[in-house]
């Protein structure tokens, strides 16, 4: 890690203005690659909550933000694009050191978060309405508005993508923003409110207040300026959210998760399959709301691709060391305890363990990897999302067998088929339940140009891709009688 890291700004984010939390308080900042204290924050309360919301009002209503036309609008964005590559070094650092991610990953991130901008500020200026016949004498428009203020409550696995996944799209359609990112990791959040304000963003456009999801979060969620809300969190949390939202009659979009599978067929590549099924629950050491966290196997093909999958988790070291590592630590002491909870407590034979490599410092929250196989589909390691590296193998007799195995938990995300039968994988793809499946590949929620999202615990409403300014703004028919 390096000494010389430039920390961001400490402070919540309001109508333009750096500002301590009201009350004072602050919270400590742990990284999880050593557990080390090596930041604070500010920890907002329901006043500054209620400040950022009005802020964010008054930059839609009257401010600076409301005024400008999308064009405007999308070149701003397309500006902050370009400044989060050119900062794209000390952001990977900062991103690293605060989520425990190794640099890989870091520089992915920060290039995503970069490309949301890209491909938002784009696609600011080509959303548009319509005209609908109607009878003579009428013209009737059909025009897309902005909702107004957006609050967007983000989680720490990917504190920069999950930035730009909520306010670009937000942003594009000419709503504020209200953003509060999680306590265990938002120093990248407050950095590239920095460098929105650097490149042009009118104050207001884009708030922040940090702090603790129960009061911070809790108060914006149920702040009655709000107009729409957009979750990333846990199930739990994503359902007060949605009584938050209900309470005061706005939509809210939730993405919460899952258990998604990869379902290998017996006529499936399985060389060409075995680094996705493998990097599906690796990738972000198994944070991701989209890992694959199942694998459904063919009874026919169950011990190749298990020996497989043996070999490659034998082989997994978790690391912060090499900038090359393929899982760094999980976010926090609270999710390794989670994680270890679920590897202990598991009711399935280990098959293999993968290990924390010599070195890693005693306090990081490192959790070697573990496969585990076969599992039981409707036991608990089987069902429950873990967010960390842990595997399950899971046989099936047949395509139905398989349909029925991988739609049977409360959540429906990802999913992927692994088959060389074209007539089958539609098949297959079409009876997922979920939002999103891949055929023959697994990229864990990637793409930004693809609309991805969930159904049930997973949550609803679709994000990325232009799906996302859809969800984001809404229409108004306009009837014009004109003679
Ligand atoms: O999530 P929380 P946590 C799942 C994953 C993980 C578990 C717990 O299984 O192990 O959730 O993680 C804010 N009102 N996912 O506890 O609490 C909080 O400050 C309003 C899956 O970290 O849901 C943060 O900004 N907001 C998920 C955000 O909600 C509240 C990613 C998410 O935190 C609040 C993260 C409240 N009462 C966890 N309480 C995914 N879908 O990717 C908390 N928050």
């Avoid at 996705?276 to 629950?281: K, N």
């Avoid at 864990?444 to 615990?457: H, N, S, T």
Wanted: proline share 6%; hydrophobic share 40%.
């Amino acid at each position: 890690m390096p000494d010389d890291m430039t920390l961001p700004k400490p402070l919540n984010l309001i109508a333009g203005q750096w500002l301590p939390a009201a009350s004072g308080d602050e919270l400590d900042v742990r990284s999880p690659l050593d557990g080390e204290v090596f930041a604070t924050i500010a920890a907002a309360q329901p006043g500054d909550v209620d400040a950022a919301v009005k802020a964010a009002r008054e930059a839609f209503d009257t401010g600076g933000w409301g005024a400008l036309t999308a064009a405007e609008r999308g070149r701003l964005m397309l500006k902050l694009s370009l400044r989060i590559l050119e900062e794209a070094e000390p952001l990977a650092q900062l991103e690293s050191r605060d989520t425990g991610k190794p640099m890989k990953q870091a520089h992915a991130d920060i290039a995503a978060c970069a490309r949301y901008f890209e491909f938002y500020g784009g696609a600011a200026d080509k959303v548009h309405g319509e005209v609908i016949p109607f009878m003579a004498g009428y013209n009737v428009q059909v025009v897309r508005e902005p909702y107004g203020v957006v609050a967007c409550i983000i989680p720490w696995n990917y504190p920069s993508q999950m930035f730009a996944r909520a306010l670009a799209p937000a942003l594009a359609v000419g709503n504020s923003t209200v953003l509060k990112p999680a306590e265990d990791a938002c120093l990248t959040c407050l950095r590239l409110a920095e460098l929105a304000g650097e490149v042009g963003f009118p104050d207001g456009a884009i708030n922040v207040v940090t702090g603790r999801g129960d009061v911070a979060g809790r108060a914006l969620s149920e702040h009655p300026g709000v107009d729409f809300i957009a979750f990333t969190g846990s199930p739990e949390v994503g359902q007060m959210i949605q009584i938050a939202a209900a309470k005061n009659y706005i939509p809210c979009t939730l993405e919460l998760g899952g258990k998604s599978p990869q379902i290998v067929f017996d006529d499936a590549d399985i060389d060409a399959a075995l680094p996705f099924l493998v990097g599906g629950i690796i990738a972000n050491a198994g944070q991701t709301c989209s890992a694959g966290s199942r694998v459904l196997i063919q009874e026919g093909v169950y011990d190749k691709v298990v020996a497989g999958l043996k070999e490659r988790f034998e082989g997994l070291e978790a690391s912060h060391l090499s900038q090359e590592a393929a899982l760094g630590p999980v976010i926090s002491a609270k999710q390794k305890k989670r994680v270890e909870a679920y590897i202990d407590g598991a009711d399935a034979p280990l098959i293999a363990r993968g290990t924390v490599r010599d070195g890693a410092p005693e306090g990081g929250y490192y959790v070697a990897p573990a496969l585990f196989g076969p599992v039981d589909p409707h036991s608990k390691i089987g069902q429950e999302e873990v967010f960390g590296p842990v595997l399950c193998a899971m046989t099936f007799k047949d395509e139905a067998d398989a349909i029925r195995i991988a739609n049977d938990t409360e959540y429906g995300l990802m999913a992927s088929v692994w088959s060389r039968d074209g007539a089958r994988q539609q098949r297959v793809a079409k009876k997922l339940r979920g939002g999103q499946v891949y055929i023959n590949g697994f990229g864990a929620g990637g793409g930004i140009e693809l609309p991805f999202g969930g159904v049930r615990k997973s949550g609803h409403g679709r994000e990325k891709g232009f799906a996302a300014l859809l969800e984001l703004s809404q229409i108004k028919t306009i009837i014009n009688k004109h003679d």
